[in-house]
């Protein structure tokens, strides 16, 4: 028995690199293919961040929380967006600015930002009192409508100020692929960043049960960390690729679809309870997006420095302390 269990074990230990090594490589194509398909359009970096990449590796919050929601289960598909959401802004943000100090443009600061914010503050008011305050502790139909309302809105937002960025584009030294090679390092490396997602959350929750820490710890945990690797990785290999536009704006894209589009198209197809508990996680992501906004003002102006960056970090791995010693 106790051979039978050290050999699931190792199997998923070899699972969760196995899916690290497709995670890499995933993102690796996934922002090569990306900085070269702006280039080629002379499209801003930072758009092709907020939508194709930020769209792409949020793809496993998506599928998460969608069916979650069809199986009625409305506490992970909130868990699996709010904590991917602080993941992606206390962590991967917070780990990206490590790597290298990220420069944000103006715009990102005066807009993308805000919007990343006010889609925090919706959901918090819609979740809890409903819209013109019915449903109340309830995300339904209408809610739904109104979130995928706001996701057509920033989508348009977006496209339009495409041309905003041109001259950002203009690097000599970096290869432009052919269109069909570009789109199909998209194509692969969004596929190996889902199934290289996939593989490490289910090998992690394994081990995670196998070791007897509680499926709430889990999820919000472990699911939420796995469905934002996506993120992580392609942030950091974009900071390596000396593409902070993408880093950047693949965070706040992520944020922003995760909750106008994720909740709003679960929450469309299927009314989800809402419970008052995740308040706590939302006052943190709040909370950290204006620290974020306060950050482009200290230090080095429209940066965000090593030294905040650190701060990011160790909120969320307080966070997660917080997380185990404080179960609900």
């Not at 069909?180 to 593989?199: D, E, N, P, Q, R």
């Amino acid at each position: 028995m106790v051979i039978m269990l050290i050999d699931s074990l190792l199997i998923d230990f070899l699972l969760i690199i196995v899916g690290l090594i497709l995670l890499l490589k995933g993102g690796d194509w996934l922002v090569d293919g990306a900085s070269s398909l702006a280039r080629r359009y002379k499209i801003s970096e930072l758009a092709i961040g907020l939508t194709i990449v930020a769209f792409g590796t949020s793809a496993p919050e998506l599928v998460v929380s969608f069916v979650a929601s069809v199986g009625l289960h409305p506490e992970i598909a909130f868990g699996n967006v709010i904590g991917s959401n602080n993941v992606n802004l206390f962590f991967i943000l917070g780990v990206t600015g490590l790597v290298a100090p990220l420069v944000v443009q103006k715009n990102t600061i005066r807009i993308e930002i805000p919007i990343s914010l006010f889609a925090a503050v919706l959901l918090f008011l819609l979740a809890n009192y409903g819209f013109i305050l019915g449903n109340k502790n309830m995300l339904g139909r209408m809610e739904g409508f109104i979130l995928l309302i706001f996701f057509v809105l920033f989508v348009y937002y977006v496209f339009k100020s495409m041309k905003a960025g041109e001259a950002n584009n203009d690097e000599t030294d970096k290869v432009i692929f052919s269109l069909w090679k570009s789109w199909l390092f998209i194509v692969l490396g969004l596929t190996c960043l889902v199934l290289g997602g996939k593989v490490v959350v289910d090998s992690a929750v394994n081990l995670a049960r196998a070791l007897n820490i509680s499926e709430k710890v889990i999820g919000l945990t472990i699911v939420a960390i796995g469905t934002s690797l996506p993120e992580l990785v392609t942030s950091v290999t974009a900071i390596y690729k000396k593409s902070s536009d993408i880093a950047i704006g693949n965070i706040i894209g992520s944020n922003i679809f995760n909750i106008f589009m994720v909740l709003g198209a679960c929450s469309l197809w299927r009314p989800l309870e809402y419970s008052p508990v995740f308040n706590r996680d939302i006052y943190l992501l709040l909370g950290g997006t204006l620290f974020l906004l306060l950050a482009m003002f200290t230090g080095k102006k429209k940066t965000l420095d090593r030294w905040e960056s650190a701060i990011f970090v160790a909120i969320y791995l307080g966070y997660i302390v917080y997380l185990i010693m404080m179960p609900e």
